[in-house]
């Protein structure tokens, strides 16, 4: 019988890691996943895995290495008709071209790391790539909580824009277009969440005090005989000396999500600039500064971890803050985040000092010593 027949939407390429058939609700949406549905063939990135066995002689650690897989565009599950599905996106509601359906895909791309699509027969609009989830296997197989009554707060948020730009930056290989959609999804966030937050420290009597000390340094250039053109273009941009800097809000953002230390030192305020940094070069330029670290080849690692950390940042804040996510790996994530600032590491890999190969020499040598990848 189809899934026409049945009342039953198709929902492409999402990884819920069941291993045997069940039904579970995500928000007013009944999803089933049947036997057709477990054990989906899904784009892999070449990784090493690791493996612990126990016999008469003791635990057994193997580490072997897996290729990369292109994976297949399938049907992984089913969602149960809804009217909601049809309805207008509460995400994008100005958008005439998405709706309820799109808003569940989008989700669940969101936490899965994956490109998703809900409706009979959907082909992919974005690339079918390897997936980084956020939240941990067991999610979805133990009863996941998602609190679909926050997606007008996510709406409010401008996460419906930041998840789109978040998927385009997932999906795409190229390391310049994942820091400049990522870059625009994360300053979407931010420029919101400090508008809502609605504090600044530059207060009335600042900016008067600012002002004042304007009109002084006009008088100044006046007297100099500089010239009057030049003083024109010099005084409207005085304004802005009275706001927050870009580096500053994003500082206040992070910290507020815990993913940034209340008191960082220089090497941390350093490894914060870098976001800056990279994102005013493909912004300005479409290219890569090589001149952040000592060498091309660690300012190239910097500016894929950036890439990559972009995209944590703005999921992290998205599942845990305000889809109200509990999950463990979503709080690694968060640390993660916390580390690379803190440390100048990105899942373990000391991005300065440690190419790919010798990051994965490292944690083999022990793995095999202790048994776990606690680096």
């Not at 036997?35 to 016999?55: C, M, Q």
Request: hydrophobic share 40%; proline share 4%; charged share 20%.
């Amino acid at each position: 019988m189809s899934v026409e027949q049945t009342k039953y939407r198709e929902i492409f390429n999402f990884e819920h890691h069941f291993t045997f058939e069940r039904s579970f609700f995500i928000g007013p949406y009944n999803i089933s996943v049947r036997k057709e549905h477990i054990g989906g063939d899904f784009a892999r990135s070449e990784r090493l895995h690791f493996e612990s066995t126990f016999d008469s002689s003791g635990f057994e650690r193997t580490v072997t290495e897996e290729p990369s897989s292109p994976g297949t565009w399938s049907v992984t599950a089913v969602v149960a008709e809804h009217k909601e599905l049809n309805q207008a996106s509460v995400l994008l509601p100005d958008n005439p071209w998405v709706n309820g359906a799109y808003d569940l895909s989008v989700i669940l791309s969101l936490l899965s790391g994956r490109h998703i699509m809900v409706g009979n027969g959907a082909q992919p609009y974005l690339p079918v790539s390897p997936g980084q989830a956020i939240i941990s296997k067991n999610f979805f197989r133990t009863y996941p909580v998602i609190d679909w009554a926050q997606l007008p707060i996510l709406r409010d948020a401008g996460a419906g824009e930041a998840m789109e730009a978040v998927l385009l930056a997932m999906t795409n290989s190229n390391v310049g277009v994942k820091i400049a959609m990522g870059s625009a999804a994360l300053d979407g966030l931010n420029t919101r969440w400090y508008s809502i937050l609605g504090f600044n420290p530059y207060t009335k009597e600042v900016k008067a005090e600012v002002k004042a000390a304007g009109q002084a340094f006009k008088v100044h250039l006046e007297k100099a005989s500089v010239n009057q053109g030049l003083i024109n273009d010099i005084m409207p941009r005085l304004s802005n000396v009275a706001n927050e800097s870009a580096l500053a809000k994003l500082a206040a953002f992070l910290k507020a999500g815990s993913m940034y230390p209340e008191n960082p030192n220089e090497k941390t305020l350093k490894r914060l600039k870098w976001l800056n940094v990279l994102r005013n070069s493909v912004a300005h330029s479409g290219s890569i500064r090589l001149d952040i670290a000592e060498s091309p080849e660690a300012s190239f690692r910097v500016a894929g971890a950036v890439a990559l950390l972009l995209q944590d940042i703005c999921r992290i804040y998205i599942a845990k803050y305000l889809l109200k996510i509990e999950d463990l790996d979503l709080n690694k994530a968060q640390q993660t985040v916390m580390n690379f600032f803190l440390y100048g590491t990105y899942h373990g890999q000391n991005i300065l000092t440690e190419d790919h190969e010798t990051y994965q020499r490292r944690l083999i040598e022990h793995y095999e010593e202790f048994g776990n990848l606690d680096l």
